[in-house]
């Protein structure tokens, strides 16, 4: 789960519908990706169909809140990027590559101080690059598109965990696939402006959002759909 406050409680957002807001931003985006566009799209959106079951329902976290995926721990979310990676596959081959290399990316840069853990970690990080660059291969994909394309995929993830509420700063610096920096800010209507150069064009977005109740158990208030205007910078 994704979440934010809210005055009665808390909004969640669930990842796998953090997903298909990240295909709903890459399609507003000035940017596309080398590899096959189906399976891209694909991979955008379902790299996080891992979390479909245990994102059914808000969860008790550690600190009184609803529980989100930064409290897990490395095993647990070590097996739902897998997951998420063999779900991805069912969908397309360069799906599977894009995550496989996605959450590769992301757990290999994540300190463990554990070393037992840590050797697991790599491990399985090993694989998932090997499954990257076998499925890129399959479908004709050079190594270089392959990282600029997961690149792309981690511009659109951290744009969409952001607009939902993660992190929670009002200007955010991201990296398009080129590495050339751009800044996203939050504006005081809840409108997100990107560079131009980036989003060419006013969009809107849309994610389903579950509002609960502040306390434990966390008792569902209501469902509903959160609408985000994306505009260009002038």
């Known amino acids: 789960m994704i ?3 809210t005055d009665d409680g808390w909004e969640l957002v669930r990842q796998p519908d953090h997903g298909r807001l990240a295909a709903d931003i890459l399609a507003c985006l000035d940017e596309r990706p080398r590899g096959p566009g189906d399976g891209f799209r694909a991979a955008v959106l379902h790299h996080d169909d ?4 245990r994102d059914r329902g808000p969860l008790p976290g550690p600190d009184g809140g ?5 409290d897990l721990a490395l095993v647990e979310h070590l097996a739902l990027s897998d997951e998420s990676v063999r779900r ?7 799906a599977e590559a894009v995550v496989a290399r996605h959450v590769a990316w ?16 790599d491990r399985v990080v090993a694989r998932w690059r090997a499954t ?5 291969a399959a479908v004709g994909v050079a190594p270089a598109d392959l990282e600029r394309d997961q690149r792309l995929c981690a511009l659109v993830d951290l744009l969409s965990l952001w607009v939902v509420g993660w992190p929670e700063e009002d200007a955010l610096a991201v990296e398009r696939p080129d590495g050339d920096e751009a800044d996203a800010e939050r504006m005081a209507d809840g409108s997100v402006r990107l560079p131009a150069a ?4 006013p969009r809107r977005v849309a994610v389903p959002v579950t509002r609960v109740a502040r306390a434990a158990p966390h008792a569902v208030l209501d469902h509903g759909l959160r609408e985000i205007d994306l505009v260009p910078a002038p």
């Open 106 to 121: 992301l757990h290999g840069a994540r300190p463990v101080p554990d070393p037992d853990l840590a050797d697991e970690r």
């Open 198 to 201: 980036l989003l060419p064009a």
């Open 66 to 70: 609803p529980e989100t995926f930064l």
């Open 88 to 94: 991805a596959g069912e969908h397309h081959p360069y």
């Open 50 to 53: 891992g979390w479909l079951e």
């Open 3 to 5: 979440r934010r406050p």
């Open 132 to 136: 990257a660059d076998r499925q890129a």
